[in-house]
């Protein structure tokens, strides 16, 4: 697989803030590569760098093998970027919206016609054609950016928080959207703090922290670095109390939670058979109503890699 982004030591300051410090991430063709991290950690700095509007206080990044800073004006047509803001567009209708920046990139005639058609009819917009840009709700808005950077047909698209404050069926629309730009053979950046979407989406994560890349590499490993014990989540019909302070003096388990109604029981280091839970609880008159391991996800193994600092 070719390596489409790459990034050696990539560093970042504002005065004698360091926003971003020795970011080293490789990114290969037609992967969906999640960006996650809390708000401040240095995601939308790296995406600006990569997107050459920022020049970087010290280190490199390449896309396709082009020197951003030096060769941009080779990358530029390479990469769609959709910023984390959505300016505002008075009396312009989404047609024209998509034509002006159409003309933007050279393109003009039938041409210009077909890519502004492919693109609305890619993000589910035709209808909207002639609507004003500034009514489309925030979805649709999102859709439109997605929407304005494929027109010159980029192999890379960048997009910071794009679905950022979207409600939950905008959401999916957008991951839908994501999914088939990914089948379309484009290599994506998303980044995001909504963690469940990009376990759906994205083949590899990259997790950033206070300018520290913390981890990097397909989610899968990352969930097996941070897993610990198997945890079982289960409930009882009464007795709740009960029942968990049963489950922590048994050998075999390191810790007991509650969640949701349900008790989440944490099983020490390498224990993985659980059968001695049900059959504990219910030689005690426990009625069991759940019983299931949980599958770890992006989420848990997030909270345990970050510390939730924020700068
Ligand atoms: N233009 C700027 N001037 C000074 N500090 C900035 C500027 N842009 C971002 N920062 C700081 O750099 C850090 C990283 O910001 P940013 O890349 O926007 O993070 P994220 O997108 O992950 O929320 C933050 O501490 C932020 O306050
Ligand atoms: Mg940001």
């Keep these: 697989m070719a390596t489409v982004i790459k990034t050696v030591n990539l560093t970042k ?39 050459t509007l920022l020049q970087p206080t010290w280190g490199e990044a390449r896309i396709c093998d082009h020197v951003i800073g030096y060769q941009s004006r080779l990358i530029r047509p390479l990469i769609g970027y959709v910023p984390d803001y959505f300016g505002s567009y008075e009396d312009m209708v989404v047609q024209e919206y998509l034509e002006f920046f159409a003309a933007t990139y050279n393109i003009n005639g039938i041409g210009r016609t077909k890519v502004v058609n492919d693109a609305l009819e890619l993000t589910d917009l035709g209808y909207k054609r002639d609507s004003l840009v500034d009514a ?24 910071d928080e794009p679905a950022g404050n979207l409600d939950p069926r905008a959401r999916i629309e957008m991951r839908e959207l994501l999914k088939q730009l990914q089948r379309m053979g484009k290599t994506i950046l998303i980044s995001s703090h909504i963690l469940p979407e990009l376990q759906d989406l994205c083949n590899k994560v990259g997790i950033i922290e206070r300018g ?8 899968t490993d990352l969930i097996k670095q941070t897993q610990t014990g198997t945890i079982v989540r289960l409930a009882v019909q009464s007795r709740q109390d009960e029942a968990a302070q049963l489950l922590a003096g048994q050998p075999g388990v390191q810790h007991v939670s509650t969640d949701n109604g349900c008790l989440l029981v944490t099983l020490a280091g390498q224990v993985r058979d659980y059968s001695f839970i049900p059959q504990r609880l219910i030689a005690q008159g426990f009625n ?23 700068q």
Excluded at 22 to 40: A, K, R, V
Excluded at 289 to 310: K, P
Aim: hydrophobic letters at 45%; one cysteine or more; proline letters at 3%.
């Design 13 to 51: 300051r504002y005065g004698s803030l360091i926003a971003l410090s020795n970011l080293n991430l490789t990114i290969e063709e037609n992967d969906c590569f999640g960006f996650i991290g809390p708000n401040g950690a240095g995601k939308s700095t790296t995406i600006k760098i990569l997107a």
């Design 136 to 159: 489309l709700s925030r979805g649709m808005k999102q859709r439109l950016s997605i929407a304005r950077v494929l027109l010159h047909n980029p192999k890379v698209l960048l997009l």
């Design 212 to 219: 520290e890349l913390l981890f990097s590499g397909p989610w």
């Design 288 to 310: 069991l109503t759940l019983l299931q391991e949980q599958q770890a996800n992006l989420e848990t193994a997030f909270m345990q890699l970050t510390r939730g600092i924020v």
